[in-house]
């Protein structure tokens, strides 16, 4: 699939926006982090920024953005309209309870339940996202058990190392933090380690014999190029990526949003006079790595329209 960069941008900004909304709300319902108006101003601007920035960009994929307001509709049978369902029902509940922290300068009582559903309903926007591609049957390297937890999983990723930056732009450095976002980093490498294992060992499930109906016959292979030119499907749906290329960049992936990310936190949580420094320093190397995996994510995903114009399987 050809990798837009509006839709990089949404998956990756909205995620990191809704993991660090997640941790935000829950971490402040149960009282864990300090009620101060600047830290929770800060935080939830930042939560929300990176949400609402990546929603919006998912716009500028399609043909009529100033349309898009009419998938909402659409929830009955479209994860993508789930999703923005989702997203618009988190704003209240995540403003009322920035309200509670910011204005009134508590977390408890009933703010704590505002966050709370805050909380839930940022890990439903998330499982929506990764439905849309989840749901997609012609794309066996999406259609699978394994992208739904490795969205919520970089997702929780990147907003532990976005939270734990943030307390320590406020001179806070807890260990049980840095310990927690180790934690979300070993458990996205592993998720991720996993999926890449599935798709490159998995037989697609279509072939051109199956395509076709004509398997029973034989062999099929294509006898003449159904086009003279490339075409929209080949642009979009055939995009291909050299295998050696796509190697190195999950290599580049795994260094930048895995091993470099948790050799950070581990200075974070073992070494107090450079905790502050580490974990600010793993925030753009998250970042790259992410946005490196979601394009591979994209690259490598191949579209079973492409049995029709030579391609063995799918």
């Not at 898009?68 to 993508?80: D, F, H």
């Not at 309200?99 to 890990?123: D, N, R």
Request: glycine share 10%; aromatic share 10%; charged share 10%.
């Amino acid at each position: 699939m050809h990798p837009a960069y509006s839709i990089i941008l949404f998956t990756t900004a909205s995620g990191a926006g809704y993991g660090l909304l997640f941790l935000l709300t829950l971490f402040g319902a149960a009282g864990a982090l300090p009620a101060d108006p600047w830290l929770g101003g800060v935080g939830f601007a930042l939560a929300l920024g990176l949400a609402t920035a990546g929603l919006l960009s998912s716009t500028f994929h399609l043909g009529h953005p100033e349309r898009a307001w009419r998938a909402i509709s659409q929830w009955r049978s479209s994860w993508l309209s789930r999703e923005g369902v989702a997203a618009l029902v988190t704003y209240p509940a995540a403003l009322l309870f920035a309200y509670g922290w910011v204005v009134e300068g508590t977390t408890g009582g009933l703010w704590a339940l505002a966050g709370l559903a805050t909380a839930a309903m940022c890990v439903v926007t998330v499982i929506c996202t990764g439905m849309i591609y989840a749901s997609l049957k012609p794309i066996r390297r999406w259609n699978n058990r394994w992208v739904v937890p490795n969205y919520l999983a970089l997702s929780l990723m990147t907003g532990a190392v976005l939270l734990a930056a943030l307390l320590a732009a406020f001179g806070q450095t807890p260990p049980a933090l840095a310990w927690l976002v180790q934690a979300a980093i070993v458990a996205a490498w592993l998720l991720k380690r996993g999926y890449w294992h599935f798709v490159d060992t998995e037989q697609g499930a279509a072939t051109i014999e199956s395509a076709t109906g004509l398997g029973g016959l034989g062999k099929v292979r294509l006898l003449e190029p159904p086009n003279t030119s490339e075409n929209y499907l080949q642009r979009e749906m055939g995009y291909h990526i050299a295998r050696r290329h796509a190697a190195k960049l999950r290599r580049l992936t795994m260094m930048l949003a895995f091993v470099i990310p948790l050799v950070l936190a581990l200075v974070s949580a073992l070494m107090p006079g450079l905790a502050a420094a580490a974990i600010i320093l793993a925030v753009p190397c998250v970042a790259l790595g992410v946005v490196i995996e979601r394009w591979l994510f994209f690259a490598e995903a191949r579209h079973a329209v492409m049995l029709y114009y030579g391609a063995a399987a799918a």
